[in-house]
């Protein structure tokens, strides 16, 4: 579906990068949400985050401060002059929010999972003209996201912008959330005049991945960063480990290197003319190798034989692997490369078993 966005800068804030959202992960204290705003607004961020409904994993812990929240955000406007956005989960959270004149509102990623209720907030935000930014759903599920978009967009919403949290794991090893950078990529390619958010503390869960993971973020063009601060972090009421104090944030900012795209390009444009020359060559390589991969399927059927040899499959892949480690190629990547070309070999294989004779 084409959208035509519109820009989600407000006045005020200008357009380089990164565009800086920050503040706690949840309003706890109406003192908590003016010193930690008093800070940040101190370091020049325009844009206070405070999540005042909070969808937790489990009952019984801090669930949120609720609509009472809405007037500590109205405060923070009104004495530091930053924006302030908040995560609206339901159509209530959203007159709510509206109600107290929150500027930007959020999408959690735990709703956009969930196409009732994006439809519902679609819904109620029909007439209004918002930012409304959407982070992605938990799982790894582009066109999901993709979708949500397109709900607020048919509800008249044209001030969009995408956060990338990364995509939960069952098995948790250095990241809370993991990147899975190729999906925010496909995202821009799909989508891009999107502006795109990076939220290095969900996907990091720890403070010390913040700087690297706001840096990736850059170098790969994402026009914006949310990061959760606090004025005391280590006594956050929910995710202490990640959030940061307005001088951490403040110095992580300062070590960006951003990297624009300049005008001495030539070098460059040659190395990407080798590119392509050589994608073209892996193409028909690979094109020569599906034929005859079927024509080995051909022999197998006229000769009553299974497709799948398995001595024959493991040895394709040790050998491999191994020329390619002789080749500076890392194991695991050919491995996997062969991988997928194995199963479209016998997923042709398998078409012609099943051709009538
Ligand atoms: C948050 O931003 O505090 C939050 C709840 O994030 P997510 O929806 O990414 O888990
Ligand atoms: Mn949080």
């Known amino acids: ?51 005042i409904w909070k969808p937790r994993t489990k009952p019984g812990g801090f669930e949120g401060i609720g609509a009472e929240g809405l ?42 999972v969930n196409p009732f209720a994006v439809q519902e907030i679609a819904d109620a935000l029909k007439g209004v003209d918002i930012p409304v930014l959407i982070k992605n759903p938990v799982n790894p599920d582009l066109e999901l996201w993709i979708g949500a978009f397109e709900r607020l967009y048919n509800a008249g919403i044209r001030r969009l912008g995408a956060i990338h949290r990364g995509f939960s794991s069952y098995d948790k090893k250095i990241y809370r959330n993991l990147p899975l950078w190729h999906i925010p990529i496909e995202l821009r390619r799909r989508m891009p005049e999107l502006p795109m958010f990076c939220d290095p503390s969900h996907i990091g869960g720890k403070r010390e991945l913040i700087a690297p993971l706001c840096q990736q973020a850059m170098d790969l063009k994402f026009e914006g960063l949310i990061i959760e601060s606090h004025c005391n972090p280590d006594c956050a009421w929910s995710d202490a480990s990640q959030q940061v104090t307005s001088d951490v944030l403040d110095y992580v900012l300062n070590l960006l290197v951003i990297r624009e795209e300049n005008q001495t390009t030539e070098n460059l444009s040659e190395l990407r003319r080798q590119i392509d020359a050589i994608d073209e060559q892996l193409l028909e390589l690979l094109a020569k190798r599906m034929r005859i991969s079927r024509e080995i399927g051909t022999y197998k059927k006229e000769h009553n034989m299974p497709i799948l040899q398995s001595p024959r499959y493991s040895e394709i892949l040790e050998k491999r692997s191994n020329m390619g480690e002789s080749m500076e190629l890392d194991a695991e990547f050919v491995k996997n490369i062969l991988k997928e070309i194995h199963e479209e070999s016998v997923r042709q294989q398998m078409v012609i078993m099943n051709e009538q004779a």
């Open 1 to 51: 579906m084409k959208m035509e966005l519109e820009s989600i800068l407000l006045p005020g804030v200008d357009n380089q990068r990164p565009i800086v959202i920050s503040g706690p992960c949840s309003a706890e204290t109406e003192e908590q949400v003016m010193e930690t705003a008093r800070g940040l607004a101190a370091k020049g961020v325009k844009i206070f985050r405070a999540g």
């Open 71 to 112: 007037q500590w955000l109205k405060r923070v406007k009104e004495e530091t002059g930053m924006y302030v956005t908040t995560e609206v989960a339901t159509k209530d959270h959203v007159f709510e929010a509206l109600k107290a004149g929150i500027d930007i509102l959020w999408i959690g990623a735990r709703t956009t």
